[in-house]
């Protein structure tokens, strides 16, 4: 089946840095790409739909200005949490298909924010 | 509003057993629906999927059943393996057309016993 990808699969950070988190899309394009968090023991919570040439869509109750999203080209989507924090420490999935009833997710990037 | 929730947190079987997972939604305009697994510090991987104008699906080991009336999903894993410990997600696409993005819900984790 199709593969998504993620890097970096974690990564461990000081308070107020910023983090960069790619996902793509190995074997397909996708014009669309979407970005999950998930808690411990709980569920994925949807972010951000990633759109390729324009900007990104967000959840309620997440902010823009903190998670920056950037679809550069039909198989990659970046993340970057800014000013991060130890609540955002999380685990963070990309999904993406080649049709939207097709989504594949990526290994998710555990960000812990010391 | 919103929302796709599940009866069990978590489900203890022998192997060889049957396991049922079931599944409660709310959106009655949502006409696509997932199962994940999810394996710990692993993304979700796609198990099975039904559209509304199905009530069963069959896949290898796993069907999935839907029931519209009231609102109910289940996922049932014949002859239950230690590989089938994981947790497992509904999800059901926004019900603002098809568009990938997904809601999940609280997950059921699953404990086989050998």
């Known amino acids: 089946g199709a593969v998504v990808s993620q890097h970096p699969s974690w990564v461990i950070c000081k308070s107020g840095t910023s983090v960069k988190i790619e996902c793509r899309s190995l074997?397909?394009?996708?014009?669309?790409m979407f970005w999950y968090r998930q808690f411990p023991k709980q569920s994925l919570m949807l972010m951000a739909t990633?759109?390729?040439?324009?900007?990104?869509?967000?959840e309620q109750g997440v902010e823009k200005d903190k998670f920056l999203i950037n679809h550069a080209s039909l198989t990659l989507s970046t993340l970057t949490v800014t000013s991060a924090h130890p609540e955002d420490s999380s685990f963070y999935i990309c999904?993406?298909?080649?049709?939207?009833?097709?989504?594949?997710f990526g290994p998710g990037t555990r960000l812990t924010v010391l | 509003g919103e929302s796709v929730g599940l009866h069990l947190p978590t489900l203890s079987v022998q192997e060889g057993d049957n396991s049922i997972i079931n599944c409660a939604y709310s959106?009655?305009?949502?006409?696509?629906f997932i199962w994940y697994k999810q394996e710990s510090g692993k993304g979700p991987q796609f198990i099975i999927d039904?559209?509304?104008?199905?009530d069963k699906r069959q896949g290898q080991r796993v069907t999935v059943l839907l029931n519209k009336t009231v609102k109910h999903l289940s996922l049932q894993i014949a002859a239950t393996q230690p590989g089938d410990s994981a947790v497992y997600f509904c999800?059901?696409?926004?019900?603002?057309?098809?568009?990938?993005?997904?809601?999940f819900g609280q997950g059921t984790t699953l404990q086989v016993k050998p």
């Open positions: 999800a059901e696409n926004s019900g603002s057309g098809n568009t990938g993005k997904l809601i």
């Open positions: 074997d397909f394009q996708a014009t669309t």
């Open positions: 039904i559209r509304s104008n199905m």
């Open positions: 959106n009655s305009a949502s006409d696509y």
């Open positions: 990633s759109n390729e040439g324009s900007k990104a869509t967000y």
């Open positions: 999904s993406a298909g080649p049709h939207a009833d097709t989504q594949y």
